[in-house]
């Protein structure tokens, strides 16, 4: 067909996003599509519609070859449909950005039908939900679907692909968020047990404060689970009963305040925070023990503690050994003669000296053990370059500095053990804790006023976590069947000496006003007052009325409960210990065991569901908080909690 003198059909009537690669020309009455790739004409008539312009674009050989260099080249260029190079001038932070003109308002434009070509088919709305599923999944910004190579890869990876807005992908991770929550709302509504409530501060661009507070609970099948519940902004200006306030609304807005059983906190946090929120769900009756066990505080939170204790007091003797390796680092020479001398003075190490990140509070322990182990080196080292190597630590500091590498290295091994699992139930921690309170007690004997001083200083701050946590973790020692309540008899006499037999007691008394209130919350106990209706065979009961062994229920019940019975408890303590070994899983033998402890089973799950430790395995050194990732948290408060609390449920789901 000659087509010289057709005339290019420019109509705000062609939607489609086909037009994207075709011209509609004009000759005569007849109306052409012509591909812009390969230059084949195609029926360009209304009535012909677009579905063979479809199929020819997925054979098109030359549009499947052409990439970002094509489109940026212009050949085609129409009033509205021309591919051009845009500079945009957004305040100084913009550079020259490409922009593809011709994908216009139709990318707004969302078809929920599915879209057929050939053996081929494009779900929009649900590919519209996969790309904000991987936005959320993976950190990534908002506005990567407006940047220019993105366009263009979807473009030539499915051309039917309507791409979507900014405002567009942003309503999408709405949305998602709204049925995930639904989902977690109804696992938290279904569950046998209480729930455990942590809370964590977190900072974002210019210093915005937010709190995040997440749910930790064992579910049906004794699995160990937590779920982000809220993700809100804080104004550090708030009062501290603002504070509570906060905390109890998202808690009731779940609709757990009557399920919780404790929250988890810093060491820092305040204690009238604590006693607010305390207060108002005792009020209700909602916790076991009159809150005994509602305030727990994160045991790694309290070793960081300790830890930023020990190293100020090592600061000064810090900066030396950092700048002592960074000399022998300086130059082949020095490494050269450090290690010459260390064969010398038959220093054998498989370590080799390395500068800490401050950030890191391990690496700065690992930083002086390695020094410690090359102290010999050093000091020789010292008698020929006593120049440059000046700022060596003198003999006393050396030894202060090996006394207090050990606290951070006993810290350090505590600290792994709580965060070597991801989710660790709370009976670990007993024996772990106790360790470190015998460390204390002997550190505090030092004849060094300056090591003296500082462990001191250190046992007050890990007193008053034993204040608040001490029969949270000694009740889940005793749940362990390894250890019951032997591990408690075993490390009480030499902690407390004369005290141990009232502090003991203390514990027992508080296990069993717990056994007792479980019993109460039980579905056993309300088999009496079953067996009521069951006997008068109250009509539209559900139950066959004609079950001639009612009455033998009734009875077993009644002989049940007679003085001669043995609760859970008591068959749980008298019975032999569980033998020790590496495989152990705690939850799985309350699992296997529940059907003989029913009751004991209940307080196990709700005890060892405890986080005696919140902090997430990839920051449990940072010396910082933990911060928001740049490309969400310029975004809106709303906005910020959708995007985090929908990653955490997304990647609770895939992991599961």
Request: charge should be negative; glycine fraction near 4%.
């Amino acid at each position: 067909m000659d087509m010289s003198d057709a005339v290019i059909v420019n109509s705000s009537r062609l939607k489609s996003i086909v037009w994207n690669d075709f011209d509609r020309v004009k000759k005569g009455d007849t109306f052409v599509a012509i591909c812009r790739h390969c230059k084949k004409k195609l029926s360009g008539s209304s009535t012909s519609g677009t579905s063979h312009l479809r199929n020819h674009l997925i054979r098109c050989q030359r549009r499947s070859t052409h990439g970002i260099a094509q489109y940026l080249s212009g050949r085609d260029k129409k009033k509205e449909g021309s591919l051009a190079l845009v500079n945009i001038d957004e305040e100084q932070k913009k550079d020259e950005v490409l922009s593809l003109v011709n994908l216009k308002n139709e990318q707004e434009q969302i078809k929920n039908e599915s879209v057929n070509v050939a053996n081929s088919s494009l779900d929009q709305r649900r590919s519209q939900f996969d790309l904000a599923r991987m936005i959320i999944l993976h950190n990534y910004p908002l506005n990567m679907v407006e940047h220019v190579g993105f366009k263009v890869f979807v473009r030539n990876l499915q051309p039917l692909f309507e791409l979507v807005t900014y405002n567009k992908v942003e309503a999408d991770c709405m949305e998602i968020y709204v049925k995930e929550k639904q989902k977690v709302y109804e696992i938290l509504d279904k569950l046998p047990g209480k729930i455990s409530v942590s809370a964590d501060m977190w900072t974002g661009l210019d210093d915005a404060a937010y709190l995040s507070l997440t749910a930790h609970y064992i579910d049906e099948d004794w699995q160990l689970q937590k779920r982000i519940l809220n993700f809100v902004t804080i104004d550090p200006s708030h009062s501290e009963d603002m504070y509570s306030e906060v905390i109890m609304n998202c808690l009731m807005d779940w609709d757990i305040d009557r399920k919780l059983f404790s929250m988890i906190f810093d060491s820092c946090t305040s204690e009238n925070i604590v006693d607010t929120i305390r207060d108002r769900l005792s009020q209700n009756r909602f916790l076991y023990c009159n809150g005994q066990l509602f305030d727990v505080r994160c045991v790694v939170d309290l070793l960081h503690c300790m830890a930023q204790d020990a190293l100020e007091a090592l600061s000064e003797i810090t900066l030396k050994v950092r700048e002592s390796i960074h000399y022998v680092k300086s130059s082949e020479a020095t490494q050269s003669m450090f290690n010459e001398l260390a064969q010398e003075v038959q220093v054998v190490s498989q370590n080799c000296l390395c500068i800490d990140n401050p950030l890191k509070w391990n690496s700065t322990y690992l930083m002086l053990e390695v020094a410690l182990e090359y102290r010999k080196v050093f000091s020789h080292m010292l008698n020929q370059d006593p120049v440059n190597l000046k700022f060596l630590p003198s003999d006393l500091e050396w030894d202060r500095a090996s006394v207090i590498t050990s606290f951070l290295k006993l810290f350090v091994e505590v600290t792994n053990v709580c965060t070597r699992n991801k989710h660790p139930t709370a009976n670990i921690f007993f024996p772990e804790i106790c360790d470190i309170h015998l460390q204390l007690i002997e550190w505090c004997k030092n004849p060094d006023y300056y090591i003296k001083n500082l462990a001191v200083k250190m046992r007050k701050k890990f007193e008053e976590y034993l204040e608040k946590c001490r029969l949270g973790l000694a009740v889940s020692a005793m749940l362990d069947p390894r250890f019951k309540l032997k591990l408690l008899e075993y490390y009480y006499p030499q902690l407390y000496g004369d005290s141990v037999t009232e502090l003991l007691d203390d514990v027992f008394v508080c296990i069993k006003s717990l056994y007792n209130e479980h019993s109460i919350a039980s579905p056993l106990s309300s088999f009496d007052q079953g067996m009521d209706w069951q006997v008068s065979g109250v009509p539209g009961s559900g139950k066959d009325s004609r079950d001639r062994l009612m009455g033998f229920d009734k009875y077993l019940n009644e002989t049940s409960q007679g003085e001669g019975s043995t609760s859970d408890l008591d068959k749980y303590l008298e019975e032999p210990l569980f033998p020790r070994n590496v495989d152990f899983n705690i939850l799985n033998w309350w699992k296997v065991h529940t059907p003989r402890y029913p009751i004991l089973s209940m307080m196990a799950r709700n005890i060892l569901g405890i986080p005696m430790s919140k902090v997430a395995a990839e920051s449990t050194f940072d010396t910082r908080g933990r911060t928001v990732d740049l490309n969400w948290s310029s975004l809106p408060p709303t906005t910020v909690q959708a995007l985090m609390c929908s990653q955490d449920w997304i990647r609770s789901e895939l992991e599961s």
